[in-house]
């Protein structure tokens, strides 16, 4: 059973940056996806990032320049750097991953464990 905690979340002010972590634990071997996906109020969740266990990445246009998706593969921690933030951004962040083995995309319904999310909140 994989478990991931994030963490990091906060409010700042537009333009501001703020850097989220999710620490996995229960399943850190062989090929796998990890990602962050947020949910803004009244909105249906989105993919933000996902990163494969080879570190390829994959980033929704909406936060192409402004985001970075990385891990740290001896910690097994997973970061969102997230700089130039905009009040659109404000959402409830979550931190997922998918040990199928499947090319690693930002597509909700591909993830099958997720954390219990973190807020983040952009004001201008």
């Known amino acids: 059973q994989v478990r991931l905690v994030e963490s990091g979340g906060g409010s700042v002010q537009a333009g501001g940056s703020l850097r989220l972590s999710c620490q996995p634990s229960?399943?850190?071997?062989?090929?796998?996806?990890m990602g962050w996906f947020r949910q803004a109020p009244g909105k249906e969740r989105e993919g933000v990032a996902a990163?494969?266990?080879?570190?390829?990445?994959n980033y929704v246009d909406s936060v192409k320049g402004r985001f970075t998706i990385s891990k740290d593969n001896a910690k097994g921690t997973l970061y969102l750097q997230m700089n130039s933030l905009k009040p659109e951004d404000t959402a409830m962040y979550y931190c997922?991953?998918?040990?199928?083995?499947?090319?690693?995309?930002?597509?909700?319904?591909?993830?099958?464990?997720w954390g219990q999310g973190t807020q983040v909140t952009v004001s201008s």
């Open positions: 997922a991953a998918d040990v199928r083995g499947l090319r690693c995309t930002v597509v909700v319904e591909q993830y099958n464990y």
């Open positions: 990163i494969d266990s080879d570190g390829t990445t």
């Open positions: 229960g399943y850190t071997y062989g090929r796998y996806c």
